[in-house]
């Protein structure tokens, strides 16, 4: 037969053949290899890269001198103290950058403008300012009505004034609003979430141990209600703050119809007819309406842009740029300043939190490593942690053993921990509406015996002592656990009541009637003796040269806090670059109310996460929520968008 299939080479024997188990294993060698390698190869680009970031950090040539234009404040974010760091990949990853504006460099850049004949104007853009607590608004402000007082043109716009925008606003020479927006006056005051009937409902047991009749924090857990002891001191400390806001109002605009506004909105507003800009403008609110187009006309009159350019194109002066052409000064003595700032926790913290271990750390350095000749404590805080108050307070006392005086500059707000920390000064200087006081102390402890025993969970152990396995988070506390905790807690209240008594020379028993979680303003604080005297920061370091025997005009302000690194200045630079001045995002007035209730029930959220995972004894004031700036923190923002969706809303 003929067989038609090819022929096949015989298959040659390998010279050293492989077992199959060994085979595998030299290819699992040879892919770690290879990814060994990508790896290195990835770690070498990373570290390249960002060695040319610092190296373009340190040869950039300095900044050309800022030219004639209109100092443009476009303020889209909050005025605090203390700015917290940007996030080096958030910036980078083209998403908004959450602005916040330093209290003393925003005042700093409009006293130097007042003066300035480079600076044709200030520009105030105010349509999506975060806000600020009453005493940074009152600062603002006063430096703007300087300017205006000096000759300097500065004109606000917004599509619609909040409480905290036309506040600075109406300090302003011309007040610009939308056609199409309007005044949104609220006062202080509104909601404030309680949780106790979902807790209920959950079957979650909130263990609640206090000292103070007014010590408000912890009722959201414990009521479904404000008890009228909180309602009382709410109250009070609202119409202090309110008065104050109508205060200024009236000294910046004597003519304007303002109570109209306040007590009875809807008749003057149905008297135009819905037209809320009109009503503002016959009540002498503002003084023009128009969109956008027309105000960035008005400002192209006093500083026209060169060549052909857009109509309603002005020369500008960046905001950040103006600072950074004026530096502090570093000449003479040093006066080192300390700022606590945000909420007091345990541990270190980054810029915009006073972490105990951070604050006492830069103290202590500083007493160390620097020639200082006082201290200024500047403070702006609600309190957080009484173990890092403390911490931040003995290392205070470390400067006052070495003999160098310490002042108290309080800011907008110093509270529960913000006092406590200022106990440790020779002097406590203060604003008018400054919030201060809350003197009092608590702990949160929750436990979900209950809740587990709906889904058939129960707990059983051995103890050997009464305190075993306390506080047990499955199964309860005990008697004998609650005791010890809330005795524990009054030892705490009883030595926040001796620091005070101890520095501002009152007995014990006056602490306590003026204590009991009480909050107060400024002005009542200084008329009871837990402030000493009216100031900003500036007039406190004058004090403190003064007590170290120096001549004012011969110190300078050391502050003693972490620089930025190069890596964080240069993704400041690249925010700064996108230039969005143009987005028109303020929103009328609906969406800036919405906006509003938004960031305050998100902070809500967020309050009540922090105090579930924060330190056990508290030091904080639940008064002060809701007063100052309205962005939220975006960790709230998530937790809240979480929340909403699961609702479906």
């Given amino acids: 037969m003929t067989d038609f299939r090819e022929p096949v080479a015989p298959r040659r024997p390998e010279p050293f053949p ?41 040869v950039r040539p300095s900044k050309p001198p800022v030219g004639e234009g209109a100092l443009l404040l476009k303020l889209d ?211 023009h309406l128009g969109d956008r187009l027309a105000f960035d006309k008005r400002v192209a009159q006093l500083a026209p842009a060169e060549g052909k350019k857009a109509v309603g194109t002005f ?17 003479g003595d040093a006066i080192g300043v300390v700022t606590v700032a945000g909420d007091i926790v345990d541990g270190k913290a980054g810029p915009g939190s006073a972490g105990g271990d951070t604050v006492s750390k830069a103290i202590l350095d500083g007493l160390a490593t620097k020639d200082l000749k006082a201290i200024v404590l500047r403070v702006d805080s609600p309190g957080g942690s009484a173990l890092a108050s403390e911490k931040i307070r003995q290392a205070l006392l470390q400067a006052k053993a070495q003999g160098l005086p310490v002042i108290v500059s309080m800011g907008s707000i110093a509270a529960s921990g913000g006092y406590w920390v200022s106990t440790a000064g020779d002097a406590i200087f203060a604003q008018p509406n400054t919030i201060t006081g809350s003197i009092g102390i608590f702990a949160v402890f929750p436990t979900f015996e209950n809740a587990l025993k709906k889904i058939g969970v129960t707990s059983d152990g051995v103890r050997t002592t009464p305190l075993s396995g306390q506080p047990d988070l499955l199964g309860g506390t005990t008697p004998v656990a609650d005791a010890v905790f809330q005795a524990g807690v009054e030892r705490g209240y009883r030595d926040f009541i001796g620091h005070v008594a101890d520095a501002r020379h009152l007995t014990p028993a006056r602490v306590d009637e003026i204590g009991q979680g009480r909050v107060w303003d400024g002005g009542t604080a200084r008329r009871i003796g837990l402030v000493d005297r009216f100031g900003t920061l500036d007039d406190a370091i004058v004090e403190a040269a003064h007590r170290a025997h120096l001549d004012p005009k011969n110190v300078h302000a050391e502050y ?66 809701g007063l100052g700036p309205v962005a939220a923190d975006p960790g709230d923002a998530k937790l809240m968008d979480l929340l909403l969706a699961r609702l479906g809303w």
Wanted: hydrophobic share 45%; with cysteine.
């Fill in 560 to 625: 003693l806090e972490k620089k930025p690194s190069g890596l964080a200045l240069l993704v400041q630079q690249f925010a700064r670059n996108r230039d969005d001045r143009d987005d028109d995002a303020g929103g009328d007035v609906f969406a800036r109310a919405a906006v509003l209730q938004r960031a305050t029930f998100a902070r809500a959220l967020g309050d009540a996460r922090r105090l579930a995972t924060g330190a056990s004894v508290q030091a904080r004031c639940l008064e002060c929520v």
């Fill in 18 to 58: 492989v077992p199959p188990r060994r085979r595998s294993s030299l290819l699992r060698s040879g892919w770690a290899l290879l990814v060994g390698i990508k790896d290195v190869l990835v770690l070498v680009a990373m570290l390249l890269f960002f060695a040319a970031l610092s190296a373009v950090l340190l």
């Fill in 77 to 287: 974010g909050p005025i605090v103290e203390q700015p917290s760091e940007q996030s080096t990949f958030a910036s980078l990853s083209g998403r908004p950058a959450a602005h916040e504006y330093r209290l003393r460099d925003l005042v700093r850049a409009i006293d130097k403008a007042r003066g300035d004949t480079a600076v044709k104007a200030i520009v105030l853009d105010l349509d999506q300012f975060g806000g600020a607590y009453p005493a940074a608004l009152d600062e603002v402000g006063a430096a703007l009505a300087r300017a205006r007082a000096a000759g300097k043109p500065v004109l606000a716009y917004a599509t619609a004034y909040t409480d905290s925008s036309y506040r600075l606003a109406a300090n302003a020479s011309e007040v610009w609003i939308n056609p199409m927006g309007g005044t949104l006056f609220t006062g202080p005051g509104g909601s404030q979430p309680y949780y106790k009937g979902l807790i209920d409902k959950l079957g979650v047991t909130a263990h609640v141990y206090r000292v103070g009749k007014y010590k408000s924090y912890v009722e959201p857990y414990t009521r479904t209600e404000a008890s009228p002891e909180a309602k009382e001191e709410v109250v009070a400390l609202y119409r202090v703050l309110f008065d104050g806001w109508q205060a200024a109002i009236h000294r910046a605009r004597p003519k304007a119809e303002v109570a109209p506004f306040l007590t009875a909105p809807d008749k003057v507003i149905g008297a135009t007819g819905g037209d809320i800009a009109r009503a503002d403008l016959n009540a002498g609110l503002v003084d």
């Fill in 315 to 331: 020369r500008t002066i960046a905001y950040d740029d103006y600072v950074d052409i004026d530096p502090l000064p570093h000449g």
